[in-house]
């Protein structure tokens, strides 16, 4: 059973910095995606990055060159640090996982609960 659990959210100032980070357990031996998503109030939820069980890295335009992704294969551990974030960035953050042979956006099976991110200006 696949368990996803995000922490580090938290309130800044724009032009600061956060680091996210997605305990994951149970997932799959190969071929899995990890990927951050995020839902700002009154929108839908939109593909941050992925990175594959091979280390292909995937950014939104939006927030290419900004956040950046990494995987800790031992311990199981998704991070994103945010930097230079913006108040277009305030949003409830998921971590999420699947297995398919492209990542990036799209469909994926398993969420955790959310991170809040609140930027201000």
């Known amino acids: 059973q696949v368990r996803l659990v995000e922490s580090g959210g938290g309130s800044v100032q724009a032009g600061g910095s956060l680091r996210l980070s997605c305990a994951a357990s149970g997932l799959a031996e190969e071929d899995y995606c990890l990927a951050w998503f995020r839902q700002a109030p009154g929108k839908g939820r939109e593909f941050v990055s992925s990175v594959s069980f091979t280390g292909k890295i995937e950014y939104a335009a939006s927030v290419k060159g900004r956040f950046t992704i990494s995987k800790d294969n031992a311990k199981s551990t998704l991070t994103l640090q945010m930097n230079s974030l913006k108040p277009a960035d305030t949003a409830m953050y998921y971590c999420?996982?699947?297995?398919?042979?492209?990542?990036?956006?799209?469909?994926?099976?398993?969420w955790g609960q959310g991170t809040q991110v609140t930027v201000s200006s």
């Open positions: 999420a996982t699947t297995v398919k042979e492209y990542c990036g956006g799209g469909y994926y099976e398993d």
